[in-house]
């Protein structure tokens, strides 16, 4: 960026990531954030990367919906925040995703606006690539029998993740919407891996099955658990995504009790992950410390493991940093002239003049 | 807005804002914005608008800053949340505004991200806006002699803002930077009212003539105030804008214990406002409460009074929508692409098809 453009914010939208996907590569491009990931989630430290748990507005009117904002704090260069909405009726009502993110990136040199980066795409790999640092750590490695329950957007990256970290055989998927259940296959057909789709009716032989199962559904709040207990592979190590709010659960309860359950951020997951039913004594431990000692849980491996992935804003800080270096190198994103600057900044009507 | 473009995220910049400021007249938005936050805070209740205290990152790396969020949310339509920097060096060492901001507009229909709005110049006219309210309750009417400490970008709006509901017919400005306090004349000549500036060593001959007083500085936490107790008109109101923050401070403890402080948002205020020395019982009404029952405080206007300005997110979703109203009606802002839409809200990828 040239000196004359710093004063302006960079606006990186859907063509521009586009582009940036085409030129970089999908697989190349969610390698790349799983390993990003993978670094900061291992050097995090609370004196370097200042992360603040979720908060927003819920509301009913004129439809459920929440408005929220994740801000995240690189200590002497960036704050991220990410403001994501989820209104499980967009698909169907607006063609809309349920999950409609962007996140603003602040030098923290000046406090200017240097970008807003386009999320909900970002938002779906970056929760992803989460899953698969998660899984690469605690999930039996060699051919990976992959189950999906709930087959909207998310499940899309979060088998397009599995597949980048083992070496995904064949994956069975279950939705309660026939119509978004057998889209599934279409929509993976990029992955080259079968894809079958299962009747709800025997969501237990997916659970008996699989070596890994990510659980990504839009969940009423009180509606959960989605699976119910039922016998499983010794080592099944589960990615629960869909769980983000209080009373807004997944899984069985018997399973996480057996399970060892360990949370993206520990305050987060306690109130509106899974772990909102389980004792914080009872967790394992949470995803910077999984990843920083992984060595120490190689025998996890072969127990049954769960991820409770309810999203952490340093995610989304990594995430939109990868992007917008992809956007530096590749000159691409619209520069706004957003925020005022002038050279009287004493005279908010300067512009006027 | 055709309802093709309603996907689209409208981005009102420095231009825009510039050319409906030029279009509407400075003084008639600045008119519109009083009356509008008048109505907004008379209106107020918990019910039809959240709002959330401020919140942030305070940093001393790579220079003292802080980046903080200011969540609104009008239940039925909008979210509104501005984001503000305060980098108190901007002006000397980067030639920018000490405050910088920006306030995103969120549809409460869908979630999506409907405008950006350029966020330092309308924080300004907003804070000016917001002390005008409190000073039409509570300040004696007719003539007044205004005095200023802290001639930086806010004295412009407060001098400009008091303007509109008090005849002033003379500025007394101070600022402990000869330079800045030289140049204030200059940037309120569109005024047509004789500004004097005056040494910081008569700060108390200020205190002692003037009506109204507004101190809006950069004092440092633990460095306030930056006026010292003395003589002055038994109806003396006083806009502090300045005290944001813990420890930062602009008033004597002697003046706010013989006034009657009013703060914008009690919570906040207590916090990081000038009450944050004062006692919750000692309070007089917030905003809210002055306007609703203005005609309750008349016997007020020949007493001492302090206007506790912290900001409240109210204000910046009052702001945003008045200039997103007259932006619609002229036709201004860059439409961007900045958010996914898709005819498969199920695919995260289908924007590479």
């Known amino acids: 960026m040239s000196p004359a453009d710093r004063s302006l914010t960079r606006i990186v939208g859907v063509a521009d990531l586009?582009?940036?996907?085409?030129?970089?590569?999908?697989?190349?491009?969610?390698?790349?954030?799983?390993?990003?990931?993978?670094?900061?989630?291992?050097?995090?430290?609370?004196?370097?990367?200042?992360?603040?748990?979720?908060?927003?507005?819920?509301?009913?009117?004129?439809?459920?919906?929440?408005?929220?904002?994740?801000?995240?704090?690189?200590?002497?260069?960036?704050?991220?925040?990410?403001?994501?909405?989820?209104?499980?009726?967009?698909?169907?009502?607006?063609?809309?995703?349920?999950?409609?993110?962007?996140?603003?990136?602040?030098?923290?040199?000046?406090?200017?606006?240097?970008?807003?980066?386009?999320?909900?795409?970002?938002?779906?790999?970056?929760?992803?690539?989460?899953?698969?640092?998660a899984t690469d750590v605690l999930a039996r490695t060699g051919d990976c029998l992959l189950g999906i329950v709930g087959a909207g957007a998310q499940a899309v990256t979060q088998a397009h993740a599995i597949s980048r970290i083992r070496p995904v055989t064949r994956i069975l998927a279950v939705d309660r919407d026939p119509e978004v259940a057998a889209s599934l296959p279409h929509r993976l057909a990029f992955l080259d891996i079968p894809v079958e789709v299962v009747d709800p009716g025997e969501l237990p032989d997916v659970l008996a099955e699989v070596d890994v199962l990510c659980t990504c559904t839009s969940v009423g709040i009180g509606e959960g658990p989605v699976v119910e207990d039922g016998p499983h592979r010794p080592w099944l190590h589960v990615n629960a995504v869909g769980s983000d709010f209080p009373g807004k659960v997944e899984l069985p309860e018997a399973l996480l009790a057996r399970s060892i359950v360990c949370p993206d951020v520990l305050e987060q997951c306690?109130?509106?992950?899974?772990?909102?039913?389980?004792?914080?004594?009872?967790?394992?431990?949470?995803?910077?410390?999984?990843?920083?000692?992984?060595?120490?849980?190689?025998?996890?491996?072969?127990?049954?493991?769960?991820?409770?992935?309810?999203?952490?804003?340093?995610?989304?800080?990594?995430?939109?940093?990868?992007?917008?270096?992809?956007?530096?190198?590749?000159?691409?994103?619209?520069?706004?002239?957003?925020?005022?600057?002038?050279?009287?900044?004493?005279?908010?009507?300067?512009?006027?003049?």
């Open 18 to 133: 586009a582009a940036i996907l085409t030129e970089v590569g999908l697989d190349t491009f969610l390698d790349q954030l799983i390993g990003r990931l993978a670094t900061a989630f291992a050097a995090h430290d609370a004196e370097t990367v200042e992360t603040e748990i979720r908060r927003g507005f819920t509301y009913g009117k004129p439809a459920f919906g929440l408005v929220e904002w994740m801000p995240a704090h690189e200590v002497g260069r960036v704050v991220a925040i990410k403001t994501v909405g989820y209104h499980p009726d967009n698909p169907v009502q607006h063609g809309l995703a349920s999950v409609l993110a962007t996140t603003s990136v602040y030098e923290t040199e000046t406090g200017r606006l240097a970008a807003v980066v386009e999320g909900t795409v970002l938002t779906a790999l970056r929760t992803g690539a989460a899953s698969a640092v």
């Open 270 to 353: 306690i109130v509106e992950g899974e772990a909102q039913r389980l004792r914080v004594e009872d967790l394992g431990p949470d995803l910077a410390g999984l990843v920083r000692h992984r060595d120490r849980y190689e025998a996890w491996r072969s127990r049954p493991t769960v991820f409770d992935s309810t999203g952490w804003s340093l995610e989304d800080l990594v995430a939109s940093e990868l992007v917008l270096e992809h956007a530096d190198r590749l000159g691409l994103g619209v520069l706004c002239d957003l925020q005022v600057r002038s050279d009287d900044p004493y005279d908010p009507y300067r512009l006027l003049r």
